[in-house]
């Protein structure tokens, strides 16, 4: 019999007892979310050598593991310290100036109404319909050019769905940084839509 592995302590039951296909599941389930705190901390080059010592950790650390947080989030910590270990002497703390130029606030004027205003979205044609899946590639393909730590941001944020606290914790920069990370993302897929609607290209 299958067991349920989305229960958390059904997997944590039978990681302890070393299951194979616990194992399998834990890093089918996880391991795209760890790469991108891997990535934004330590960088793309070592970023899988990064999660293959953080996941001898985490099988040695389980039997202590006192089960007070997701096992998910305490998992994504042990990723993120081995990560900061492999870049310890390096700052991890991002600038403002590091994020580059930013024409996000171009958008507005001084009294803070648009001067740019975004192109009126219109999906009620069945034209429009039809290029839905179009703008979606778009828009992966836009996410995956974003700078490490922006995809990383983006995507503890809004596809794993951390909190800016936990993301603050995970990645080691200011409440700020974090939320000017994510105003640029933002910024570079509204433009890409705006593209879109206009041209109908990426």
């Not at 839509?193 to 109908?200: A, D, K, L, S, Y």
Request: with cysteine.
């Amino acid at each position: 019999m299958k067991k349920d592995y989305s229960n958390e302590a059904v997997l944590i039951d039978d990681l302890l007892l070393q299951s194979s296909d616990a194992y399998r599941y834990l890093v089918e389930s996880y391991y795209q979310s760890l790469n991108r705190v891997a990535v934004a901390i330590a960088g793309s080059a070592v970023a899988d050598e990064v999660i293959q010592e953080a996941w001898i950790s985490i099988m040695k650390a389980l039997p202590k593991f006192e089960r007070r947080s997701s096992l998910k989030t305490w998992i994504t910590r042990i990723v993120a310290n081995e990560a900061k270990r492999r870049r310890r002497k390096e700052s991890r703390h991002i600038s403002l100036e590091d994020l580059g130029n930013d024409d996000f606030l171009s958008r507005f004027d001084n009294s803070g109404h648009w001067s740019k205003p975004p192109v009126q979205w219109d999906f009620s044609t069945p034209e429009h319909i039809l290029d839905e899946s179009e703008l979606k590639r778009c828009i992966e393909a836009t996410l995956k050019k974003l700078p490490d730590q922006q995809q990383a941001v983006f995507g503890l944020r809004y596809l794993e769905n951390y909190s800016l606290t936990d993301i603050c914790n995970i990645l080691e920069v200011s409440d700020s940084n974090v939320r000017v990370i994510l105003h640029r993302g933002r910024n570079r897929l509204l433009e890409t839509i705006e593209r879109f609607q206009v041209t109908g290209e990426c």
